[in-house]
């Protein structure tokens, strides 16, 4: 990803535009979409030990219909679609989604996920090709491997 890397603040609180040009709704040019750099991505310091997040993940912005910063353009319930980068060895502190399913397609490098449900510990391997659906509710934790990943996340509200 070689465009203009902003920061969470800058896109989240100081309202940067989740694309930078004209549209028809339809074709976005990738180098006017969003790229945000979270440092670490979802930090929660009071989660258990190691899985506060860590290091630096690159999200591109392809779509974004959450709250505060909908682009009015998708209609199906889809939330956001993200083309992301960890960093080698960075992780996305454990969270939860109340009201939205996740869908992370792996596309280079390697990727453990934690979930939590019901008490429960779930932990999950994922390699370039592979695929995993994080249901609403279940807190999970995800870290790349060395090499870093690159994903596919797609989320929608459950039940659409």
């Not at 974004?64 to 682009?71: A, D, V, Y």
Request: charged share 25%; aromatic share 8%; glycine share 10%.
């Amino acid at each position: 990803m070689s465009e203009t890397i902003l920061t969470e603040k800058q896109y989240h609180e100081d309202g940067a535009p989740t694309y930078r040009g004209q549209t028809d709704g339809a074709y976005k040019a990738s180098d006017k979409m969003a790229v945000v750099s979270y440092v670490p991505a979802h930090y929660e310091p009071e989660n258990p030990a190691g899985m506060e997040g860590r290091g630096e993940t690159l999200g591109k912005w392809v779509f974004n219909e959450e709250t505060g910063q909908e682009e009015g353009i998708l209609t199906s319930g889809i939330e956001l679609f993200m083309d992301t980068k960890l960093a080698p060895n960075a992780s996305v502190g454990m969270h939860r989604h109340a009201t939205t399913e996740e869908i992370y397609y792996l596309l280079e490098g390697n990727l453990n996920i934690k979930l939590f449900a019901e008490g429960d510990c779930i932990e999950i391997s994922l390699f370039p090709g592979d695929a995993h659906l994080i249901r609403p509710n279940q807190s999970h934790y995800i870290e790349a491997g060395e090499q870093g990943a690159r994903i596919i996340v797609v989320a929608a509200k459950a039940g659409k």
